[in-house]
């Protein structure tokens, strides 16, 4: 059993003051970052929104064998466009150098054991987050985008074809609405997990209420989904299974009733 008196806080007291000037201190530090990878985001936006593009421009060139194009209706449409295109870069780049930061500050006021305890959960946050929008982007939007141009007809009604004109901030808006949403959504895990490390729940509880849970996660999935079936049940089965999963983290980390008690 390790001893108590090694699990102190490495940390001297400090006046309020000097707290303020350390939280200004990291949100520098973080906004810098975010500035930097905005820039360079800004630079090659073209390229970021091609990339997000591509699953749209491979089915358009296996359906039509032409080239097709997305539009924009207003002037300024389209550099607004690389403007969220930018920002939405910027925050994903700059995301683990914020953590870090805010890490930095937090940390002095913990114990030794509460560092060791958090800092797994430090380093599966942005793995699940890009797994999650790894599953979105190479597998939820080939499927979801094949759906939807399947109403396209060349005979439309009253002998008009039926084509799709994509514009470039609504399919943008989509696909980041897409990618947040599943890369939090494969959060799930951590926050459950940290629940039941802190005694908040416990694997018990989350088995208790699975049934509800899964209903919940259809719900989830309807909410923040386009309203189509593919795309909804593409984000309520993994979320069922991350549920599943944090069960059985929750019962390795969560508190045992000998040390509860005590």
């Known amino acids: 059993m390790a001893d108590p008196t090694e699990d102190v806080i490495d940390d001297k007291p400090m006046p309020l003051l000097e ?22 985001c800004y630079h090659f936006s073209q390229e970021i929104y091609s990339f997000l593009a591509r699953p749209l421009a491979d089915i358009l060139q296996e359906r039509s064998g032409a080239d097709r194009r997305l539009i924009y209706t207003a002037l300024y449409e389209a550099f607004f466009t690389y403007i969220k295109v930018a920002f939405f870069g910027a925050a994903f ?62 005979d ?45 729940i416990t694997s018990a509880q989350l088995k208790k209420f699975r049934r509800y849970a899964y209903v919940g996660m259809f719900v989830i999935a309807a909410i923040l989904t386009p309203p189509d079936v593919i795309t909804q ?19 390795m980390v969560e508190p045992k009733r000998d040390d509860a008690d005590a």
């Open 19 to 40: 707290h303020l000037i350390e939280l200004r201190k990291r949100l520098l530090w973080s906004a810098v970052a975010f500035l930097i990878a905005f820039a360079v």
């Open 233 to 251: 049940t593409g984000l309520a089965v993994p979320l069922i299974i991350l549920y599943e999963i944090s069960i059985i983290a929750a019962k």
């Open 93 to 154: 780049i700059s995301f683990p150098i914020t953590a870090v930061q805010v890490w930095l500050f937090v940390a002095p006021g913990l114990y030794r054991s509460e560092k060791k305890a958090m800092a797994p959960f430090l380093i599966a946050t942005p793995i699940l987050f890009t797994m999650g929008a790894a599953l979105a982007y190479y597998f939820i939007f080939p499927v979801a985008w094949r759906f939807f141009l399947s109403f396209e007809s060349a």
């Open 156 to 200: 439309g009604a009253g002998g008009l074809p039926i084509e799709l004109q994509a514009k470039v901030s609504e399919y943008l808006g989509l696909v980041m609405k897409l990618i947040f949403a599943f890369g939090v959504a494969f959060e799930l895990p951590v926050a459950l997990t940290l629940l039941a490390r802190v005694g908040i």
